[in-house]
């Protein structure tokens, strides 16, 4: 499975940005997803996971309340919807897939990983 992730930018604090990420290959929509930031000199966090079929998600408290993640299993996509931007969700991101259908947090459940998506959110 490949994953192309696309929808990053520059933004002021306060605003808004949606990251996609489109899955090809071998994909089936049974996959749980997720999204990962790592900022500069960070180590890679867990940001929000839905699963299989987006009746559940997962948020780390930093983002809750202003992200959303979201799937569409016929387009074979995930979003992140970002709102209230701070300076510290500056970062790359990142889309994973699971090898569990359910969202989860745990970082090794994910195998397949995108390029990621560079988001810098200015105060």
């Known amino acids: 499975v490949q994953l192309q992730a696309s929808g990053g930018g520059w933004v002021q604090a306060g605003g808004s940005l949606r990251l996609s990420c489109v899955a090809s290959?071998?994909?089936?929509?049974?996959?749980?997803m997720g999204w990962f930031r790592q900022a500069p000199g960070k180590e890679r966090e867990f940001v929000a996971g839905i699963n299989w079929s987006g009746s559940s998600t997962v948020y780390t408290d930093s983002v809750k309340g202003r992200f959303t993640i979201s799937r569409d299993n016929a387009k074979n996509a995930v979003y992140l919807q970002m709102n209230s931007l701070k300076p510290e969700d500056t970062g790359v991101y990142y889309c994973?897939?699971?090898?569990?259908?359910?969202?989860?947090?745990?970082?090794?459940?994910?195998?397949?990983w995108g390029q990621g998506t560079q988001v810098t959110v200015s105060s």
């Open positions: 994973a897939r699971s090898i569990q259908t359910v969202a989860t947090i745990l970082r090794d459940l994910y195998r397949s």
């Open positions: 290959g071998r994909t089936n929509g049974n996959s749980g």
